[in-house]
């Protein structure tokens, strides 16, 4: 059964500083891994999608990379801001028919103006 | 229409009654799924819809549990016999084809029984 684990729990950090968040994984025969953002109260808003033949995505301050064989992903924050300020979660779609989701139970960021 | 939207945004309801909660994917999404988030809990997969095959009803918690999907249109969520332990945000998420270009969710539904 797949695990994912995000590492650390809760960050804080003064704006303008470049973070990482650390995600890892049981089960390397992934299809794909997604990287969301939830804001207390909403829904979640995809943020990077890595398919597994990808090492790793870019968008904006945000890069996703990925890799198998250690089972881990990282999405590193460049230069933050108050607004980057979520829980993040990292999900892995399992292999087979169904690729349903297993979430980590997220990171929460705390960007300090 | 322009992302994934469900209804109700919040249920309060008695012990015992039963809900019913809706999700409208993304038009032409073939694949739509259920997810649970317990309050400081992460997601759990409840159910997945693929076009016209069986649903994968491997993650319901229990029988009392079910969803309903027409075609590759609305779904609905419905919890029988509501037991405080159901409590929680009830996400669903739609997907071009399953998982291929990811997820996108919608806001989810915060149900609360008391």
């Known amino acids: 059964k797949q695990e994912v684990t995000q590492i650390p729990a809760a960050l804080s950090v003064p704006e303008g500083e470049n973070l990482v968040l650390n995600c890892s994984f049981t089960?390397?025969?992934?299809?794909?891994l997604q990287w969301f953002r939830q804001d207390p109260g909403k829904g979640l808003t995809s943020l990077l999608l890595i398919q597994s033949s990808q090492r790793e995505q870019t968008s904006g301050r945000l890069n996703a990379s990925l890799d198998k064989s250690s089972g881990r992903s990282t999405l590193y924050i460049a230069a933050s801001q108050p607004g980057d300020s979520a829980t993040y979660l990292c999900?892995?779609?399992?292999?087979?028919?169904?690729?349903?989701?297993?979430f980590g139970s997220g990171t929460q960021l705390t960007v300090l103006p | 229409g322009a992302g994934v939207s469900q209804s109700p945004s919040n249920k309060v309801t008695e012990k015992g009654k039963d809900v019913e909660l809706r999700c409208d994917p993304i038009s032409g999404h073939t694949a739509l799924y259920w997810y649970r988030q317990r309050l400081g809990q992460g997601l759990e997969f409840l159910i997945y819809f693929q076009g016209n095959s069986a649903p994968d009803k491997s993650g319901l918690p229990s029988d009392r549990f079910s969803a309903e999907r027409t075609g590759e249109s609305v779904s609905t969520l419905t919890i029988q016999r509501t037991q405080q332990e159901d409590s929680a945000v009830y996400l669903c998420?739609?997907?071009?084809?399953?998982?291929?270009?990811?997820?996108?969710f919608g806001s989810g539904t915060r149900l609360t029984v008391v």
């Open positions: 999900a892995a779609a399992v292999s087979g028919s169904a690729r349903q989701l297993t």
């Open positions: 089960d390397s025969a992934i299809y794909n």
């Open positions: 998420a739609s997907s071009l084809v399953a998982a291929n270009y990811g997820y996108t």
